[in-house]
């Protein structure tokens, strides 16, 4: 598996930070989630474990989906664009995709002049990751 995988990263646009950007989509009813970053070891740990892994900027180490709120990402399949440098992560999401508690991080729509709240959190931030967040 491991040489297949190696394969695929070879096909990757990676930029100047070595980062890919990825799209997650839940598989089945194709509700776009979140968007977050890869590098090629995230990559590699999600082909290989099945598991969404991703790279957090903010933290600069991987994280997989779900590591501390428990609302983890399966991956269905992976795509790539025509251009081969975003990721598309078809993904069974367990749970909320957001750290806000809602399913999608795109809850919010421009609407009559003003970001409008859309949907609203399903769980509550502090149960999820024992703090306040938007």
Known sequence: MSDAIDRALSEIKFDADGLVAAVAQQHDSGEVLMVAWMNRDAVRATL?????????????????????????????ELRLDCDGDTVLLLV??????????????FFRAWRDGAWAKIAPPLVAPEALYGERTA
């Open 92 to 105: 069974d999401q367990k749970g909320v995709a957001c750290h806000t508690g809602r399913r999608s991080c």
């Open 48 to 76: 290989s474990e099945g598991r969404v892994c991703y790279w957090s900027r903010s933290r600069q180490k991987l994280w997989r989906k779900g590591e501390t709120s428990g609302q983890t990402q399966l991956l269905k």
